[in-house]
């Protein structure tokens, strides 16, 4: 059996709250981070037996947090991870997530016994011979494409949702008004995360790398 915490990489509180109240209903040791600079951070204190992380988070999310961690120190690339996302479900965003050495890939909202199961399962692996990290040009440009994918799916969101709110009855409207505004927020996130790709593929062109 694997022996250390679980640790758990998710930026909305309500849902990370969850997991871990779950998780250490079941016996498990958890420790917890908002974003993957937080995670490699908490790694660097204490080497998990598992992690779980969401994708789209602020600062760092996990495609990036888990590419980093792969190639920053080989003892860590056979620590076992589980994707969680709402946003990266296409049959793309999954075998790009694989790609990353990902053990499994779960679409949330969380069935709770599936999800126990799984991680049981994981914990009384023995440890699986460690996948080679993709190189940073792989990395980036499947990132890359993930993103732009992501961004036109929000960028239509947000059209439809701003044409549907004058149109709701008043009571329906603060729902979907918040529901625009995470969407906004989602969006700025992409954002972000592309200008840091292009940027870094600009330098590795630069390098011939």
Known sequence: MRQGPILVVEDVP?????????????????????????????????????????????????????QKLRTSD????????IFLSATYVTPEDKNFAMSLGATCFIEKP????????????????????????????????????????KLRHKNTQIIRTERLIPTLPTEQRPAFQAMLQQALNDRQTIHDELAEIYNTLDKLKETGK
């Open 14 to 66: 309500n849902i990370l709250e969850l997991i871990e109240i779950t998780l250490r209903f079941k016996g498990y040791s958890v420790i917890s981070a908002h974003n993957g600079v937080e995670a490699l951070e908490a790694i660097e204190k204490t080497t998990p037996a598992l992690i779980i992380t969401d994708i789209l988070m602020p600062r760092m999310d996990g495609f990036a947090f888990i």
């Open 74 to 81: 080989l003892d860590r690339l056979a620590i076992p991870v």
């Open 110 to 149: 969380i069935d709770t016994e599936e999800f126990l199961l799984t991680i049981a399962e994981i914990m009384l692996e023995d440890p699986a011979a460690a996948q080679k990290p993709l190189n940073a040009k792989e990395f980036y440009q499947g990132y890359r494409e993930r993103l732009e994918q």
